[in-house]
């Protein structure tokens, strides 16, 4: 096969009809014994029907491509006209682009396939925007719907393959469904997409385990006997991440002592700690890692906390950087001022800078206590002071927002870490301790 630029376009000769394809690129991945159905996914999957795009992202981990193969299953049962196409990093061409979407559009439709047979089997050169053209024409004459999937579509693409997918996504076709699984943010011009209501997201949050999925995953997992408490527990300790709680099933089969595993179960776990850092930590610049770890400490970030903590002035770019890229954040607020990170990315990434400098880590944690207590969040403030382990810079801390925790209903707070002092350093603020009685006083101890 042969590419050449013409015109600024990539040209695609007749011999791009005889490269050899892998099979396994043209159909969802077979599914394996012990998968979870997850009927409540693929009725949002579902919804595909009534939009022209379908954005399926999220970190490594959370099943996207398992529930999309679920759904495309359901899809072929209904004899629905269904494709697939999965990508990896090699596949950034737009040439090799075209003889994947050629070849999967082919195989599921005969009439497709005769349309699309012409397309490449000329003596004369076509270039990858007119390929894109006459599929999508050959699409809209078949006057039947079509579900199209690629599946990691990547942030890896040349131009003129990224094109492609923008001639897809902006298609216009009611019969064309067009269905991207990603976990990069992909600079793709949905934005029509949007304003025509025809672009439906999902993320993390549809996608994690419910608290009942869990309980259907744990109940036919072998030599795992774990109750409803538990199985909360460890929805709670992982988000909902799928592939924490997979991970946390190996080591639960046969243990001696579940209930204390789950109790520490956390970002430091060998296994969770290799798979954040193969898949995700691996793959960033090591600012972006530096980034990460500092403001992991945190309870909650904004860009302007990030930007005093870190004498920086781009943290609202990074930010945004890492929510379009799927990294774990998640924001806390509707107007997107405040964000977390995902509990066990979090703890694994305070143990990596733990390990390289333990008096940063409490650094930043005196840091983020003076912050929040200047910027009136004084919960926030007093969960960072006691992280310190300096008792009296946490009873002076507790004392001068002790008043205001009362004023916001948050007494029973007061008396939570009032707890942790020793009585020679909390009878020294006589204003903690009032608080602390009314709430001893208010809860009838």
């Known amino acids: 096969m042969s590419t050449e630029l013409q015109n600024g376009e990539v040209s695609v000769s007749n011999r791009y009809a005889t490269w050899p394809l892998l099979r396994g690129r043209l159909q969802p991945p077979q599914s394996r014994s012990g998968i979870l159905d997850r009927p409540r996914v693929r009725k949002l999957l579902d919804n595909a029907r009534n939009f022209e795009v379908v954005q399926v992202a999220g970190p490594s981990g959370y099943g996207k491509t398992t529930a999309v193969a679920q759904w495309m299953m359901a899809l072929n049962n209904e004899k629905c006209l269904a494709s697939w196409i999965s990508l990896d990093e090699m596949d950034s061409g737009a040439s090799r682009i075209i003889k994947y979407l050629v070849a999967s559009l082919s195989q599921c439709d005969k009439h497709l396939a005769r349309s699309l047979e012409g397309l490449f089997d000329s003596t004369y050169e076509v270039t990858a925007v007119s390929a894109i053209n006459a599929i999508v024409l050959s699409l809209e004459d078949i006057g039947r719907e079509v579900y199209l999937v690629v599946d990691d579509l990547h942030g890896s693409l040349e131009n003129e393959a990224l094109e492609i997918f923008s001639t897809l996504v902006n298609h216009g076709l009611p019969n064309l469904h067009v269905v991207l699984i990603l976990r990069d943010a992909i600079k793709l011009p949905v934005a029509r997409a949007k304003m025509r209501r025809s672009l439906l997201e999902l993320g993390p949050a549809e996608l994690q385990f419910t608290l009942d999925e869990a309980e259907d995953y744990f109940s036919v997992q072998k030599d ?177 927002v002790a008043e205001n925790l009362r004023e916001l209903g948050h007494a029973g707070t007061v008396m939570h870490y009032a707890a942790k002092l020793p009585p020679s350093i909390a009878n020294q603020y006589p204003v903690m301790q009032l608080v602390r009685i009314f709430a001893l006083t208010v809860s009838w101890r």
């Not at 060998?270 to 530096?290: H, I, K, N, T, Y």
């Open 224 to 400: 795992i006997e774990i109750g409803i408490d538990e199985i909360r527990s460890l929805c709670n300790r992982t988000d909902g991440w799928i592939a924490g709680l997979q991970l946390a099933s190996l080591s639960l089969r046969g243990h001696d002592d579940p209930k204390g595993f789950i109790d520490t179960f956390s970002g430091s776990n060998r296994d969770v700690g290799d798979v954040l850092a193969e898949e995700v930590l691996f793959r960033l610049p090591p600012d972006m890692v530096s980034f990460l770890e500092q403001t992991a400490v945190l309870s909650s970030f904004s860009a302007d906390l990030c930007d005093e903590l870190l004498e920086r002035k781009d943290s609202a770019l990074v930010i945004q950087q890492l929510e379009d890229g799927n990294l774990f954040i998640f924001p806390m607020d509707d107007e997107r001022t405040f964000y977390r990170y995902h509990r066990l990315f979090s703890e694994h990434l305070q143990r990596n800078l733990e390990g390289k400098d333990p008096e940063r880590l409490c650094d930043i944690h005196r840091f983020a206590t003076h912050w929040f207590r200047e910027h009136q969040l004084p919960l926030s403030a007093c969960l960072h002071a006691a992280k310190t382990d300096d008792m009296n810079f946490l009873a002076e801390v507790l004392a001068s």
